[in-house]
C-alpha cells in the first residue's frame, strides 16, 4: 500500500519550454500532495504544499508564477516548470499523504535537465 | 538556519553489529519526526516515525529513540545488513498537513 507514482522519471527540455511533472497517489486518496526539490548532495527542500481543491501555499523564495501547481483531485498533483531556464535543472520529488496522517510517500522523483 | 541537523555525512558498520544515526533538531514547535531511506535517483522510502508524545518506537529491526529535552532522535538499526547501505534522511514536521523540514543524510555504508 501507499504507492506515489511520479512521471516522468527524467526530462531534458530546451530553455524557454515549459515542463510538467504527474504525481499520482495510486492506492489511497491524498489529501493534501508536496513538492520537493534536491539539488545534488543537497537534502530535499519543501517547495509547495498543494490541497486538493484549494490553489497551493508556496515556501519563501519559491516562485509560485514559475512553479504552477494544480491538485485537481485527490488522487493528481501537477507541477509545471515554467519558462524553464538551466538553473531550474534539479531533481523534483513530490510526496503526498491521507488525510490526518503525518506520514508521507514519496514518487521516486523526475530529474529535469534544461539545456 | 538549518532546524534539522545530521552531523554525520557517512557512517561506516560492519555487517550484523548495529547501526546508529543521529539527528538534532532547533525548532520545539516539531511534534513529529521521521526517517527515510533512500537510494540515488529515487524518492525517499519510509522506515519508521515517532510522535512527540512518545520517546521510543520500534518496528521489526528498526528503533527510533526521541530526546526531546535534548532536541535529539536518533535510528537504531539491528543487526546491521547488506542491504541497509543507503543515504538516510531524518525529518521532522508541525504534524498533521504540514511539510517536512529534512536534514542532510547520513551516508550508511554496511561491510561485510
Known amino acids: 500500500g501507499a504507492v506515489v507514482s511520479q512521471h516522468p522519471s527524467w526530462v531534458i527540455c530546451k530553455s524557454g519550454t515549459s515542463v510538467k511533472i504527474e504525481c499520482r497517489s495510486l492506492?489511497?486518496?491524498?489529501?493534501?500532495m508536496f513538492w520537493y526539490r534536491q539539488f545534488p548532495k543537497q537534502s530535499l527542500m519543501l517547495m509547495a504544499t498543494?490541497?486538493?481543491?484549494?490553489?497551493?501555499?508556496?515556501e519563501q523564495g519559491v516562485e509560485k508564477d514559475k512553479f504552477l501547481i494544480n491538485h485537481a483531485s485527490l488522487t493528481l498533483s501537477t507541477l509545471t516548470v515554467t519558462s524553464a531556464h538551466p538553473e531550474d535543472s534539479s531533481f523534483y520529488i513530490c510526496?503526498?499523504?491521507?488525510?490526518?496522517?503525518?506520514?508521507?510517500?514519496f514518487g521516486a522523483g523526475t530529474r529535469l535537465s534544461v539545456l | 538556519d538549518q532546524q534539522v541537523k545530521q552531523n554525520s555525512p557517512s557512517l561506516s558498520v560492519q555487517e550484523g553489529r548495529i547501526s546508529i544515526l543521529n539527528c538534532d533538531y532547533t525548532?520545539?514547535?516539531?511534534?513529529?519526526f521521521l526517517w527515510y531511506k533512500k537510494y540515488p535517483a529515487e524518492g525517499p522510502t519510509f522506515l519508521i516515525s515517532?510522535?512527540?508524545?512518545?520517546d521510543k518506537n520500534e518496528d521489526g529491526r528498526f528503533t527510533v529513540f526521541l530526546n526531546k529535552s535534548a532536541k535529539h532522535l536518533s535510528l537504531h538499526i539491528v543487526p546491521s545488513q547488506p542491504g541497509d547501505s543507503a543515504v538516510y534522511f531524518c525529518?521532522?514536521?508541525?504534524?498533521?498537513?504540514?511539510?517536512?523540514?529534512f536534514g542532510k543524510g547520513t551516508h550508511l555504508i554496511i561491510q561485510p
Open positions: 510526496s503526498a499523504s491521507e488525510r490526518g496522517q503525518g506520514i508521507q510517500y
Open positions: 492506492d489511497f486518496q491524498a489529501t493534501t
Open positions: 525529518a521532522a514536521s508541525g504534524g498533521g498537513a504540514d511539510g517536512l523540514t
Open positions: 515517532i510522535s512527540s508524545i512518545k
Open positions: 525548532n520545539s514547535m516539531f511534534d513529529y
Open positions: 498543494s490541497n486538493e481543491g484549494s490553489k497551493a501555499t508556496y
